[in-house]
């Protein structure tokens, strides 16, 4: 009886750990992607685009004095 859970539960345990061992690997080999890069880059490049020109309103100085005092 004992023998038969202890089997059960080593499979079980192979199992999960070679789906952890394959999740991992493939992981890896998405964020190692140039793919993964060009994806990444897009939406940090869009969302900055977004931001950027609001940012740029609030802290540009309507009017600039001289830039070297003579």
Known sequence: MY???LD???ILST???LV???TGF????YVTSPEFERN???KIMGDLEKKMPKVLEEKM??????????
């Open 20 to 22: 952890i061992i394959g």
């Open 61 to 70: 100085p309507k009017f600039t004095g001289k830039s070297l005092p003579l």
């Open 40 to 42: 990444f880059k897009n």
């Open 26 to 29: 493939f992981t890896y080999k």
């Open 3 to 5: 023998r038969k859970i």
């Open 8 to 10: 059960v539960l080593t």
């Open 15 to 17: 199992i999960l750990s």
